[in-house]
């Protein structure tokens, strides 16, 4: 629970700084929050040099999985009718244009990237193979990992939980958008009395429901023993804060 009226100082969530992470941004998070651009290039840039900046002076090495719910989700046309698959498709495409602004962005901050898809499209990026992924994040590159896993009928999180299995992450860094900067016992937006918990175990957030990630992403990291960090990744600061190992949002473990 989010009690910090303890009298010694909270041991960090992380023993040093987190040395290899998948950082899981929704697309919605690149959004405008005031006009009705689907990629707001001032957020975009300040996300970019925050990653840039810290991923530098830590040397963390970071996959980022990038969602495309700010161009289209695939329920979304589901829900009207169309295939599903379709509709999915066109979702993981939202994905690769997110992806790409946030290499142009990251790159002019000064870090090296790659993009990285699942669904293969040469002349714009390389195909995601897990050694390549590797080999890149080895030679200090930040991955940029789109089309989720290539395949309809998931969203952004459960990929972002198998690549974090597959190249060996020691965490999920699961960025927040909405103004809730972690895990409560309730939605704080609709409960004020909602408690915020500062650690919680993978059950408790299966059995109690705790939407803060997609059901099949927590149970697979649950099975594969991948803590997830939710936290406000639209606050300043935050993702250096989260790479630090700092006690900020909510550790799933
Ligand atoms: N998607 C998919 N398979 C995947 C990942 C994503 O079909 O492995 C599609 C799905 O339609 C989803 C959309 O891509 O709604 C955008 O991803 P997501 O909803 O995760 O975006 P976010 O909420 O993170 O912005």
């Not at 030679?139 to 299995?165: C, E, N, Q, W």
Request: with cysteine; proline share 4%; aromatic share 4%.
């Amino acid at each position: 629970m989010s009690d910090e009226s303890a009298e010694e100082p909270a041991e960090p969530f992380a023993p040093s700084r987190w040395k290899r992470v998948v950082l899981k941004i929704s697309g919605e998070a690149l959004a405008s929050t005031s006009s009705d651009e689907t990629i707001d290039s001032a957020i975009v840039s300040r996300l970019a040099k925050e990653i840039a900046a810290s991923c530098g002076e830590f040397g963390t090495e970071m996959a980022v999985v990038v969602g495309g719910g700010n161009i289209w989700r695939g329920t979304l046309g589901a829900g009207e009718g169309m295939d599903r698959a379709t509709s999915d498709a066109m979702g993981m495409l939202g994905t690769v244009i997110n992806a790409l602004a946030l290499q142009d962005a990251i790159e002019r901050a000064g870090q090296p990237t790659r993009v990285l898809s699942a669904v293969h499209m040469a002349e714009v990026c390389e195909p995601y193979i897990r050694r390549r992924a590797l080999r890149h994040l080895e030679k200090g590159r930040v991955v940029i990992l789109a089309a989720g896993m290539g395949s309809p009928y998931f969203t952004t999180d459960t990929p972002a939980a198998l690549r974090a299995a597959e190249i060996d992450a020691e965490v999920i860094m699961k960025g927040t958008h909405s103004g809730v900067d972690g895990v409560y016992s309730a939605d704080p937006r609709i409960r004020p009395d909602a408690v915020r918990y500062d650690e919680i175990g993978f059950m408790d957030v299966i059995s109690q429901d705790l939407r803060v990630m997609d059901l099949t992403a927590v149970t697979f990291c649950r099975d594969n023993q991948i803590p997830i960090l939710v936290f406000d990744i639209m606050s300043p600061g935050n993702v250096r804060a989260a790479l630090a190992g700092e006690r900020i949002g909510t550790l799933i473990s």
